[in-house]
């Protein structure tokens, strides 16, 4: 353990030099490096850990044309409103702008928050485990206009 600082110097180190020299316990370069000491602790002290940091923290240089992103994971919310509610939900997985996988869409009418917070934690949860933890996550908004599901509907009606 560090002996403790003296404090009769530390009231001294806060006084001017000839004050200092002036009393009776003043033993030259001794007090001039324990009054440089405590008058400069704190900055010293700040100084080392901004160097500690410094050195805790790696720089690597990567080159851009060796690496590859993960697979993007939209998340596509059909609502007509930025406020309004939401119509249907679809996850498509995109990796350099081809499709990889797509997760069918469902209709979210009378479908409560908690069990649509669970549903997309889970199809994330899946396409995690398929694609790797570290794909990258985005959202989209379009209109209900254009969900597929009703799209689709409209098609067999057709006929």
């Known amino acids: 353990m560090p002996r403790r600082k003296n404090p ?20 030259g370069q001794t007090c001039r490096s324990k009054r440089s000491y ?3 602790h704190s900055v010293n002290k700040a100084k080392k850990r901004s160097k500690q940091r410094r050195q805790r923290v790696q720089t690597l240089d990567i080159p851009l044309f060796g690496h590859d992103l993960p697979p993007e994971v939209s998340m596509i919310f059909y609502r007509d ?26 209709h979210l009418k009378g479908v409560p928050q908690t069990k649509l917070r669970s549903h997309i934690k889970n199809v994330l949860g899946v396409l995690k485990a398929q694609f790797g933890q570290d794909i990258r996550i985005s959202q989209s908004r379009q209109p209900a206009s254009l969900c597929p599901l009703c799209q689709q509907s409209g098609e067999e009606t057709d006929e």
């Open 8 to 27: 009769e110097c530390i009231r001294c180190a806060a006084q001017s030099v000839e004050v200092a020299q002036q009393k009776p316990c003043w033993k």
């Open 38 to 40: 405590y008058a400069n």
């Open 81 to 106: 409103r930025a406020d309004g509610p939401i119509h249907a939900i679809e996850f498509v997985v995109v990796d350099d702008g081809q499709t990889l996988s797509r997760v069918n869409p469902i």
